[in-house]
Protein backbone atom coordinates (compact mmCIF):
# COMPACT_ATOMS: atom_id res chain seq x y z
CA UNK A 1 0.00 0.00 0.00
CA UNK A 2 1.33 3.26 -0.92
CA UNK A 3 2.59 5.50 1.66
CA UNK A 4 2.26 2.64 4.38
CA UNK A 5 5.38 2.76 7.40
CA UNK A 6 7.85 1.03 7.24
CA UNK A 7 8.30 -2.55 9.25
CA UNK A 8 4.72 -3.58 9.41
CA UNK A 9 4.59 -7.21 10.30
CA UNK A 10 1.70 -8.81 8.26
CA UNK A 11 0.83 -11.16 11.03
CA UNK A 12 -2.54 -12.73 10.67
CA UNK A 13 -4.09 -14.09 14.13
CA UNK A 14 -7.46 -15.68 14.79
CA UNK A 15 -9.43 -13.55 16.68
CA UNK A 16 -12.43 -15.38 18.75
CA UNK A 17 -15.77 -14.19 17.73
CA UNK A 18 -14.41 -13.46 14.30
CA UNK A 19 -17.34 -14.87 12.94
CA UNK A 20 -20.00 -12.53 14.26
CA UNK A 21 -22.72 -10.45 12.43
CA UNK A 22 -20.72 -7.80 11.80
CA UNK A 23 -23.81 -5.98 11.15
CA UNK A 24 -24.43 -5.38 14.40
CA UNK A 25 -23.02 -2.08 15.90
CA UNK A 26 -22.75 -0.81 18.99
CA UNK A 27 -24.23 2.79 19.66
CA UNK A 28 -21.02 4.90 20.73
CA UNK A 29 -23.25 6.65 23.80
CA UNK A 30 -22.42 9.35 25.95
CA UNK A 31 -18.68 9.50 25.24
CA UNK A 32 -19.38 11.26 22.40
CA UNK A 33 -21.48 14.26 24.34
CA UNK A 34 -18.05 15.19 26.18
CA UNK A 35 -15.58 14.57 22.62
CA UNK A 36 -18.06 16.92 20.55
CA UNK A 37 -17.92 19.54 23.52
CA UNK A 38 -13.54 19.73 23.68
CA UNK A 39 -12.37 21.78 21.60
CA UNK A 40 -10.49 20.63 18.20
CA UNK A 41 -6.48 21.84 17.76
CA UNK A 42 -6.28 23.19 14.49
CA UNK A 43 -2.93 23.19 13.13
CA UNK A 44 -2.65 27.24 12.18
CA UNK A 45 -3.27 27.39 16.26
CA UNK A 46 -7.02 28.26 16.21
CA UNK A 47 -9.41 26.65 18.80
CA UNK A 48 -12.93 26.07 17.29
CA UNK A 49 -15.62 23.64 18.99
CA UNK A 50 -16.02 20.34 17.57
CA UNK A 51 -20.23 20.79 17.55
CA UNK A 52 -19.49 23.29 14.64
CA UNK A 53 -18.31 20.34 12.43
CA UNK A 54 -21.14 18.62 12.50
CA UNK A 55 -23.00 17.77 8.99
CA UNK A 56 -25.98 19.46 9.06
CA UNK A 57 -29.28 16.86 8.15
CA UNK A 58 -32.85 16.43 9.23
CA UNK A 59 -32.87 15.36 12.94
CA UNK A 60 -28.84 15.97 13.38
CA UNK A 61 -27.42 16.58 16.91
CA UNK A 62 -27.43 15.06 20.01
CA UNK A 63 -30.51 13.36 21.41
CA UNK A 64 -31.55 13.00 25.18
CA UNK A 65 -29.50 9.75 24.94
CA UNK A 66 -25.88 11.32 24.32
CA UNK A 67 -26.13 9.44 21.24
CA UNK A 68 -24.45 10.79 17.74
CA UNK A 69 -27.63 11.21 15.65
CA UNK A 70 -25.38 13.11 12.67
CA UNK A 71 -22.26 12.21 10.85
CA UNK A 72 -19.56 15.14 11.87
CA UNK A 73 -17.28 16.01 8.70
CA UNK A 74 -14.43 18.55 8.91
CA UNK A 75 -15.02 20.07 5.10
CA UNK A 76 -18.44 20.94 3.65
CA UNK A 77 -19.25 19.07 0.03
CA UNK A 78 -17.76 15.77 -1.42
CA UNK A 79 -13.66 15.01 -0.64
CA UNK A 80 -11.11 16.52 -3.22
CA UNK A 81 -10.67 15.09 -6.52
CA UNK A 82 -13.53 12.42 -5.71
CA UNK A 83 -16.32 12.25 -7.29
CA UNK A 84 -19.54 13.14 -4.27
CA UNK A 85 -19.91 9.95 -2.13
CA UNK A 86 -23.14 8.67 -1.24
CA UNK A 87 -23.15 9.33 2.59
CA UNK A 88 -23.83 6.97 5.61
CA UNK A 89 -23.33 4.11 3.39
CA UNK A 90 -20.29 1.19 3.86
CA UNK A 91 -17.80 0.98 0.79
CA UNK A 92 -16.97 -1.92 -1.22
CA UNK A 93 -15.14 -4.35 0.93
CA UNK A 94 -11.42 -4.76 0.79
CA UNK A 95 -9.40 -8.08 1.07
CA UNK A 96 -6.94 -6.91 3.78
CA UNK A 97 -7.39 -7.65 7.30
CA UNK A 98 -6.88 -5.92 10.46
CA UNK A 99 -7.12 -2.03 10.34
CA UNK A 100 -6.54 -0.42 6.81
CA UNK A 101 -5.91 3.90 6.67
CA UNK A 102 -5.59 4.46 3.29
CA UNK A 103 -3.93 8.01 2.07
CA UNK A 104 -6.02 9.47 4.83
CA UNK A 105 -6.37 13.37 4.77
CA UNK A 106 -8.59 15.29 6.52
CA UNK A 107 -9.32 19.43 6.53
CA UNK A 108 -10.21 22.02 9.07
CA UNK A 109 -11.84 24.37 6.82
CA UNK A 110 -9.26 25.29 4.50
CA UNK A 111 -6.46 24.30 6.80
CA UNK A 112 -5.25 20.22 6.35
CA UNK A 113 -5.09 18.96 9.11
CA UNK A 114 -3.80 15.23 8.23
CA UNK A 115 -2.57 14.67 4.74
CA UNK A 116 -1.69 11.60 3.27
CA UNK A 117 -1.90 9.12 6.26
CA UNK A 118 -1.20 5.14 5.59
CA UNK A 119 -1.15 3.00 8.31
CA UNK A 120 -1.87 -0.53 8.28
CA UNK A 121 -2.59 -2.86 11.66
CA UNK A 122 -2.85 -6.24 11.72
CA UNK A 123 -5.96 -8.36 14.45
CA UNK A 124 -4.78 -7.98 17.40
CA UNK A 125 -2.18 -5.34 17.27
CA UNK A 126 -1.76 -2.30 18.97
CA UNK A 127 -0.98 0.90 16.91
CA UNK A 128 0.17 4.16 18.94
CA UNK A 129 0.51 7.32 17.50
CA UNK A 130 2.86 9.84 18.83
CA UNK A 131 3.61 13.33 18.43
CA UNK A 132 3.62 16.63 19.57
CA UNK A 133 0.41 18.65 20.38
CA UNK A 134 -1.16 19.81 17.01
CA UNK A 135 0.35 17.00 14.85
CA UNK A 136 -2.92 15.19 14.00
CA UNK A 137 -2.83 12.07 16.05
CA UNK A 138 -6.05 13.22 17.50
CA UNK A 139 -8.10 13.88 14.38
CA UNK A 140 -6.67 10.47 13.10
CA UNK A 141 -8.86 8.94 16.34
CA UNK A 142 -12.02 11.02 15.40
CA UNK A 143 -11.60 10.20 11.90
CA UNK A 144 -11.46 6.38 12.99
CA UNK A 145 -14.58 6.36 15.42
CA UNK A 146 -16.34 8.70 12.60
CA UNK A 147 -16.65 11.38 14.18
CA UNK A 148 -14.70 13.63 11.77
CA UNK A 149 -15.22 13.02 7.89
CA UNK A 150 -11.82 12.58 5.97
CA UNK A 151 -11.48 14.95 3.07
CA UNK A 152 -9.23 12.29 1.20
CA UNK A 153 -8.68 8.34 1.49
CA UNK A 154 -10.45 5.54 3.25
CA UNK A 155 -11.31 3.69 6.80
CA UNK A 156 -11.29 0.42 6.55
CA UNK A 157 -11.71 -2.21 9.35
CA UNK A 158 -11.64 -6.14 9.17
CA UNK A 159 -12.08 -5.58 4.57
CA UNK A 160 -15.44 -2.91 5.32
CA UNK A 161 -14.53 0.11 4.42
CA UNK A 162 -16.08 1.96 6.67
CA UNK A 163 -15.09 5.70 5.53
CA UNK A 164 -18.88 6.86 4.84
CA UNK A 165 -20.74 5.00 7.89
CA UNK A 166 -21.88 7.01 10.59
CA UNK A 167 -20.24 6.61 14.50
CA UNK A 168 -23.08 4.52 15.12
CA UNK A 169 -23.07 2.21 13.02
CA UNK A 170 -19.00 1.09 13.81
CA UNK A 171 -17.96 -1.54 15.74
CA UNK A 172 -15.67 1.19 17.76
CA UNK A 173 -14.91 1.45 21.05
CA UNK A 174 -13.70 4.95 22.58
CA UNK A 175 -11.87 5.74 26.14
CA UNK A 176 -11.34 9.34 25.68
CA UNK A 177 -8.64 11.51 27.35
CA UNK A 178 -10.97 12.34 30.34
CA UNK A 179 -13.02 8.96 30.67
CA UNK A 180 -16.42 10.69 29.67
CA UNK A 181 -18.53 8.50 32.75
CA UNK A 182 -21.87 8.82 33.58
CA UNK A 183 -22.10 10.76 37.26
CA UNK A 184 -25.20 9.78 37.91
CA UNK A 185 -24.70 6.02 37.10
CA UNK A 186 -22.57 3.41 39.22
CA UNK A 187 -19.72 1.66 38.11
CA UNK A 188 -22.10 -1.43 37.53
CA UNK A 189 -24.24 0.72 35.35
CA UNK A 190 -21.09 3.16 33.58
CA UNK A 191 -20.28 -0.57 32.27
CA UNK A 192 -23.27 -2.22 31.09
CA UNK A 193 -24.59 1.00 29.21
CA UNK A 194 -23.77 -0.42 25.94
CA UNK A 195 -24.97 -3.68 26.85
CA UNK A 196 -28.14 -2.01 27.60
CA UNK A 197 -28.15 0.08 24.28
CA UNK A 198 -27.46 -3.12 22.21
CA UNK A 199 -30.79 -4.83 23.49
CA UNK A 200 -28.64 -7.20 25.24
CA UNK A 201 -30.55 -9.24 27.95
CA UNK A 202 -30.25 -8.61 31.72
CA UNK A 203 -29.16 -12.08 32.37
CA UNK A 204 -26.27 -11.96 29.72
CA UNK A 205 -25.64 -8.36 31.20
CA UNK A 206 -25.10 -9.17 34.51
CA UNK A 207 -22.58 -12.42 33.38
CA UNK A 208 -20.64 -9.83 30.98
CA UNK A 209 -20.24 -6.80 33.86
CA UNK A 210 -19.38 -9.42 36.25
CA UNK A 211 -16.68 -10.63 34.44
CA UNK A 212 -15.45 -7.58 33.10
CA UNK A 213 -15.55 -6.05 37.30
CA UNK A 214 -13.09 -8.98 38.16
CA UNK A 215 -11.09 -8.83 35.30
CA UNK A 216 -10.04 -5.18 35.87
CA UNK A 217 -10.10 -5.20 39.80
CA UNK A 218 -13.11 -3.27 40.23
CA UNK A 219 -15.30 -6.02 41.98
CA UNK A 220 -15.67 -3.99 45.57
CA UNK A 221 -16.37 -0.87 43.74
CA UNK A 222 -18.82 -1.98 41.52
CA UNK A 223 -21.86 0.39 43.41
CA UNK A 224 -19.86 3.64 43.44
CA UNK A 225 -20.44 6.57 41.47
CA UNK A 226 -17.30 8.17 39.10
CA UNK A 227 -16.94 11.06 41.84
CA UNK A 228 -16.35 8.25 44.51
CA UNK A 229 -13.25 7.04 42.30
CA UNK A 230 -9.72 7.89 42.08
CA UNK A 231 -8.57 8.67 38.60
CA UNK A 232 -6.85 5.44 38.33
CA UNK A 233 -9.82 3.53 38.82
CA UNK A 234 -12.52 6.02 36.65
CA UNK A 235 -9.92 4.71 33.60
CA UNK A 236 -10.37 0.96 34.26
CA UNK A 237 -14.46 1.46 34.31
CA UNK A 238 -13.97 3.61 31.14
CA UNK A 239 -12.19 1.23 29.13
CA UNK A 240 -14.08 -1.78 30.77
CA UNK A 241 -17.16 0.11 29.24
CA UNK A 242 -15.18 0.39 26.04
CA UNK A 243 -14.51 -3.67 26.37
CA UNK A 244 -18.08 -4.25 27.37
CA UNK A 245 -19.52 -4.44 23.71
CA UNK A 246 -16.37 -6.67 22.15
CA UNK A 247 -15.83 -3.77 19.81
CA UNK A 248 -13.45 -4.46 16.59
CA UNK A 249 -11.28 -1.53 17.33
CA UNK A 250 -10.56 -0.20 20.73
CA UNK A 251 -9.29 3.67 20.42
CA UNK A 252 -7.99 5.07 23.70
CA UNK A 253 -7.16 9.14 23.45
CA UNK A 254 -4.00 10.21 25.93
CA UNK A 255 -5.34 7.40 28.55
CA UNK A 256 -2.70 7.93 31.13
CA UNK A 257 -2.74 11.92 30.51
CA UNK A 258 -4.77 12.29 33.20
CA UNK A 259 -2.87 10.25 35.88
CA UNK A 260 -0.78 11.90 38.65
CA UNK A 261 3.02 10.76 37.51
CA UNK A 262 3.07 8.79 40.39
CA UNK A 263 0.34 6.70 38.78
CA UNK A 264 1.78 6.29 35.52
CA UNK A 265 3.80 3.79 35.64
CA UNK A 266 1.87 1.47 37.74
CA UNK A 267 -1.38 2.16 35.30
CA UNK A 268 0.87 2.20 31.99
CA UNK A 269 1.61 -1.73 33.18
CA UNK A 270 -1.55 -2.16 34.13
CA UNK A 271 -3.07 -0.98 30.92
CA UNK A 272 -0.71 -3.06 28.86
CA UNK A 273 -2.15 -6.21 30.33
CA UNK A 274 -5.69 -5.48 29.83
CA UNK A 275 -5.06 -4.94 26.05
CA UNK A 276 -3.11 -7.93 25.54
CA UNK A 277 -6.00 -10.09 26.52
CA UNK A 278 -8.38 -8.21 24.23
CA UNK A 279 -8.72 -9.66 20.58
CA UNK A 280 -9.37 -6.50 19.54
CA UNK A 281 -7.17 -3.72 17.26
CA UNK A 282 -5.74 -1.17 19.59
CA UNK A 283 -4.95 2.20 18.79
CA UNK A 284 -3.69 4.54 21.51
CA UNK A 285 -2.90 8.34 21.13
CA UNK A 286 -0.13 9.85 23.41
CA UNK A 287 2.32 12.59 22.84
CA UNK A 288 4.67 10.17 25.86
CA UNK A 289 7.24 8.17 23.85
CA UNK A 290 7.39 5.81 26.70
CA UNK A 291 3.93 4.92 26.82
CA UNK A 292 3.80 4.84 22.64
CA UNK A 293 7.56 2.24 22.84
CA UNK A 294 5.84 0.05 25.68
CA UNK A 295 2.31 -0.61 25.01
CA UNK A 296 2.81 -0.84 20.98
CA UNK A 297 3.14 -3.72 18.23
CA UNK A 298 3.65 -0.76 16.04
CA UNK A 299 4.82 2.96 16.75
CA UNK A 300 3.36 5.57 13.92
CA UNK A 301 5.24 8.95 14.82
CA UNK A 302 3.32 12.29 13.15
CA UNK A 303 4.64 16.21 12.53
CA UNK A 304 2.26 18.74 11.06
CA UNK A 305 -0.12 15.91 10.04
CA UNK A 306 2.01 13.86 8.01
CA UNK A 307 3.30 10.41 8.98
CA UNK A 308 7.18 10.52 9.38
CA UNK A 309 7.84 6.93 11.08
CA UNK A 310 6.38 4.43 11.28
CA UNK A 311 7.18 0.55 12.62
CA UNK A 312 8.09 -1.20 15.61
CA UNK A 313 9.11 0.38 18.71
CA UNK A 314 12.28 -1.48 18.48
CA UNK A 315 12.96 -0.81 14.65
CA UNK A 316 12.32 3.21 15.59
CA UNK A 317 14.35 3.09 18.52
CA UNK A 318 17.52 1.70 16.68
CA UNK A 319 17.21 3.96 13.36
CA UNK A 320 14.82 6.43 13.42
CA UNK A 321 14.16 8.20 10.22
CA UNK A 322 15.66 11.74 10.91
CA UNK A 323 16.57 14.08 13.71
CA UNK A 324 12.82 14.79 14.91
CA UNK A 325 12.27 11.24 15.50
CA UNK A 326 15.62 10.55 17.13
CA UNK A 327 14.82 13.71 19.33
CA UNK A 328 11.70 13.08 19.80
CA UNK A 329 10.85 9.45 20.35
CA UNK A 330 14.55 8.84 21.39
CA UNK A 331 15.54 11.89 23.16
CA UNK A 332 18.88 11.21 20.71
CA UNK A 333 20.63 13.77 18.17
CA UNK A 334 21.97 12.78 14.58
CA UNK A 335 25.68 14.47 13.90
CA UNK A 336 27.13 14.07 10.52
CA UNK A 337 30.02 12.85 10.29
CA UNK A 338 32.27 11.69 7.30
CA UNK A 339 34.10 8.41 7.33
CA UNK A 340 37.65 8.00 5.79
CA UNK A 341 40.24 4.93 6.00
CA UNK A 342 41.84 6.42 9.58
CA UNK A 343 38.76 7.55 11.49
CA UNK A 344 34.97 8.92 11.91
CA UNK A 345 35.23 13.23 12.11
CA UNK A 346 32.13 14.46 12.97
CA UNK A 347 31.55 18.34 13.76
CA UNK A 348 33.87 19.77 11.08
CA UNK A 349 36.53 17.84 11.53
CA UNK A 350 36.63 18.78 15.57
CA UNK A 351 36.22 15.13 16.69
CA UNK A 352 38.71 12.47 15.08
CA UNK A 353 36.69 9.14 16.90
CA UNK A 354 38.66 5.57 16.02
CA UNK A 355 36.81 3.14 14.35
CA UNK A 356 37.18 1.36 17.58
CA UNK A 357 34.77 3.40 19.75
CA UNK A 358 31.69 3.35 17.19
CA UNK A 359 29.60 0.92 14.99
CA UNK A 360 30.24 2.21 11.65
CA UNK A 361 31.80 0.33 8.24
CA UNK A 362 35.09 1.57 6.85
CA UNK A 363 34.66 2.95 3.43
CA UNK A 364 36.27 0.83 0.97
CA UNK A 365 37.73 3.95 -0.83
CA UNK A 366 38.21 7.63 -0.59
CA UNK A 367 35.24 8.94 1.99
CA UNK A 368 31.28 8.83 2.73
CA UNK A 369 28.98 10.42 4.62
CA UNK A 370 26.99 9.20 7.47
CA UNK A 371 25.24 10.21 10.50
CA UNK A 372 26.18 9.20 14.21
CA UNK A 373 23.51 8.66 16.69
CA UNK A 374 24.12 9.91 20.04
CA UNK A 375 21.54 8.91 22.92
CA UNK A 376 22.29 10.48 26.36
CA UNK A 377 24.14 7.39 27.30
CA UNK A 378 26.38 7.39 24.25
CA UNK A 379 28.64 9.88 26.09
CA UNK A 380 31.25 10.14 29.50
CA UNK A 381 32.38 12.93 30.86
CA UNK A 382 35.62 13.94 31.66
CA UNK A 383 37.14 17.01 32.97
CA UNK A 384 40.33 15.79 30.88
CA UNK A 385 41.43 15.71 27.58
CA UNK A 386 42.00 12.37 26.01
CA UNK A 387 42.67 10.31 22.80
CA UNK A 388 39.05 10.13 20.82
CA UNK A 389 37.12 12.68 23.09
CA UNK A 390 36.22 16.30 21.79
CA UNK A 391 35.68 19.68 24.09
CA UNK A 392 32.32 20.86 25.18
CA UNK A 393 30.25 23.48 27.10
CA UNK A 394 27.95 22.65 29.95
CA UNK A 395 24.53 24.83 28.61
CA UNK A 396 22.30 23.21 31.76
CA UNK A 397 22.55 20.47 33.76
CA UNK A 398 19.73 19.00 35.98
CA UNK A 399 20.35 17.21 38.97
CA UNK A 400 17.23 14.86 38.50
CA UNK A 401 17.95 12.09 41.65
CA UNK A 402 19.79 8.87 39.94
CA UNK A 403 22.08 11.37 37.30
CA UNK A 404 22.42 14.39 36.26
CA UNK A 405 21.11 15.60 32.50
CA UNK A 406 23.20 17.63 30.53
CA UNK A 407 23.04 19.85 27.52
CA UNK A 408 26.44 20.21 26.20
CA UNK A 409 27.34 22.76 23.08
CA UNK A 410 29.77 21.32 20.60
CA UNK A 411 30.37 23.33 17.29
CA UNK A 412 26.80 25.09 17.72
CA UNK A 413 25.07 21.85 18.34
CA UNK A 414 23.33 20.91 21.41
CA UNK A 415 23.70 17.34 22.66
CA UNK A 416 22.06 15.65 25.51
CA UNK A 417 23.97 13.59 27.63
CA UNK A 418 23.15 11.54 31.18
CA UNK A 419 25.88 11.09 33.78
CA UNK A 420 26.36 10.33 37.42
CA UNK A 421 29.06 13.01 37.82
CA UNK A 422 28.71 16.61 39.26
CA UNK A 423 28.33 18.70 36.44
CA UNK A 424 28.67 22.61 36.42
CA UNK A 425 26.63 24.74 33.99
CA UNK A 426 28.94 27.50 31.91
CA UNK A 427 32.25 24.81 32.26
CA UNK A 428 34.11 22.93 29.76
CA UNK A 429 34.48 19.08 29.88
CA UNK A 430 35.50 16.62 27.11
CA UNK A 431 32.92 14.23 26.08
CA UNK A 432 34.28 10.56 24.57
CA UNK A 433 32.08 8.00 23.15
CA UNK A 434 30.71 4.67 25.12
CA UNK A 435 29.24 1.84 24.01
CA UNK A 436 29.99 1.92 20.50
CA UNK A 437 27.03 3.83 19.02
CA UNK A 438 25.66 3.65 15.46
CA UNK A 439 26.87 5.38 12.60
CA UNK A 440 24.11 5.61 10.14
CA UNK A 441 24.52 5.84 5.77
CA UNK A 442 23.87 9.28 5.26
CA UNK A 443 20.21 9.78 3.38
CA UNK A 444 21.59 11.41 0.55
CA UNK A 445 24.38 8.83 0.05
CA UNK A 446 21.81 5.87 -0.19
CA UNK A 447 19.51 7.96 -2.61
CA UNK A 448 23.02 8.37 -4.59
Known amino acids: MAGAGHGHRAVQRHRPGAGRDHRLRPVL ?38 AVHALPRARAGPPRGRPAHPLDQEGPPV ?37 PSGCGKSTVL ?41 PHLSVRGNIEYGLKARGVDKVARREAVDRLLAFTELTPLAQRRPSQLSGGQRQRVALARAMAIEPSVLLLDEPLAALDPQLRGAMRRQLL ?43 LWQAPADAFVADFLCGATYVDVVLDQDAVHAFDGRWAIPYAAVDAARPATGRARGRLLLRPDSLVLS ?13 HAEFVGESTLVTLEVAGTAVSVRTDQPVTTGTTVHAGLAGRPVAHPHPEEIAA
Do not use: K, W
Open 273 to 315: DLLGATTSINVIVTHDRHEALSMADVVAVMRDGRLVQAGSPRE
Open 95 to 131: SESGLVIDDLSVDYDSTRAVSGLSLHVPDGQTLAIVG
Open 29 to 66: RGVQHQLLHQPACRPDGAVRPVRRLLHPAPGAGLGQDG
Open 383 to 395: EHRGTGTVPALVR
Open 142 to 182: RTIAGLTRPAEGRVVVGGRDLTHVPASARDVGLVPQNYALF
